[in-house]
């Protein structure tokens, strides 16, 4: 299997390479230099792409290096997430409703027999099971779009992604079993992504590739929790994402702007505006986040040090932010 994982990370690359010309070529998957997002940040057009060479690097590697047919069903819904955001990629104007509708149906597929449904949230509340069920279906899916809202810079959901799946291969590597190969399978399919992504641009990760990780981070966060891994465990290492998301739904709300509407104020994008050097905010983020999750892997040992450590980060996160809006107000007196 460690040989094989190589191959795993060279498939990735070599078809993100194909995904860089034949998207350019055939006019479809490309993110326009022309865009008017607020969040676009790159200088030409670029291949939306990247996460098809990641999503069919996993399933090479889970047909021919593992193929354990019990969790077949889980690479079933994988896959219905990923086309999700994959046809979004290829063709945009998806309604977020058939896109919610997609995952949920993935996620779903991903729970047969129960597996990955997160109950016990101690020492808060052990949840019944179906309540347990719609809350790590909608959990899940808020990971994909915590991923996918991250991704602004070159190298930020998929450097995030790679800590997050060393950290889960990591904490499940003397349990075997399939957490641990998917993680591994996963990590080296983002790795031959990465090198093409980070620092220069080449392909971006797209919806497709940040909704698939997205799930399968959640779901295995979910059967750690099966095995006796707290479930704070899950949110303390993809806390930056999660309350990405949950800080910039409170200051819409604030300012009277829609919860979902795009702008160009989250964390990454404040700290590009100041260094005005995207692969050098991606790098410091990914470093200050690596510290962070090595400090949880080696010191909290249960699920009162996971929940310290998730709040620990997110007031880090808001002194950071805070200190980054005064800097460019000082800096352009029009912020």
């Known amino acids: 299997m460690p040989n094989s994982l190589i191959y795993i990370s060279v498939i990735s690359f070599i078809i993100a390479f194909l995904c860089i010309f034949g998207a350019n070529r055939l006019g479809i998957g490309v993110d326009s230099i022309y865009s008017t997002?607020?969040?676009?940040?790159?200088?030409?057009?670029?291949?939306?792409?990247?996460?098809?060479?990641?999503?069919?690097?996993?399933?090479?590697?889970?047909?021919?290096?593992?193929?354990?047919q019990s969790v077949f069903f889980v690479v079933v819904g994988l896959f219905i997430v990923f086309i999700s955001g994959f046809l979004e990629d290829l063709y945009g104007m998806m309604k977020p409703t058939r896109r919610l509708v997609i995952q949920l149906l993935g996620v779903m597929m991903m729970f047969w027999g129960n597996l990955g449904v997160i109950q016990d949230l101690q020492p808060l509340?052990?949840?019944?099971?179906?309540?347990?069920?719609?809350?790590?279906?909608?959990?899940?899916?808020?990971?994909?779009?915590?991923?996918?809202?991250?991704?602004?810079?070159?190298?930020?959901?998929?450097?995030?992604?790679l800590l997050v799946l060393g950290s889960i291969a990591y904490i499940s590597k003397d349990m075997g079993g399939f957490v641990y190969i998917f993680s591994l399978l996963a990590f080296m399919g983002v790795l031959g992504f990465f090198i093409l992504n980070f620092p220069f641009g080449k392909i971006f990760l797209g919806d497709g590739g940040a909704y698939f990780l997205g799930a399968l981070i959640g779901f295995l966060l979910g059967v750690l929790s099966n095995?006796?891994?707290?479930?704070?465990?899950?949110?303390?290492?993809?806390?930056y994402p999660v309350w990405e998301v949950l800080y910039s739904i409170f200051r819409r709300k604030v300012k009277g702007k829609k919860a979902m509407q795009p702008d160009g104020l989250h964390l990454h994008s404040l700290l590009f505006k100041l260094t005005k050097n995207n692969p050098l905010s991606t790098f410091i983020i990914l470093l200050a986040y690596g510290i962070y999750l090595f400090c949880?892997?080696?010191f909290a040992k249960n699920a009162n040090d996971f929940i310290i450590a998730s709040l620990c980060f997110m007031v880090f996160y808001l002194c950071v932010y805070a200190l980054l809006k005064n800097l460019l107000k000082a800096k352009y007196k029009d912020f």
């Open 37 to 68: 997002s607020p969040q676009k940040m790159h200088q030409k057009n670029t291949s939306r792409l990247g996460g098809l060479g990641i999503f069919l690097a996993f399933c090479i590697g889970y047909f021919f290096f593992f193929n354990e």
């Open 125 to 161: 509340v052990f949840l019944p099971l179906y309540l347990g069920i719609l809350f790590s279906a909608f959990g899940i899916v808020g990971v994909c779009n915590a991923l996918n809202i991250i991704d602004g810079l070159n190298g930020l959901a998929s450097g995030i992604a």
């Open 227 to 239: 095995e006796g891994i707290s479930a704070w465990f899950g949110l303390s290492v993809m806390i």
């Open 296 to 298: 949880v892997l080696n």
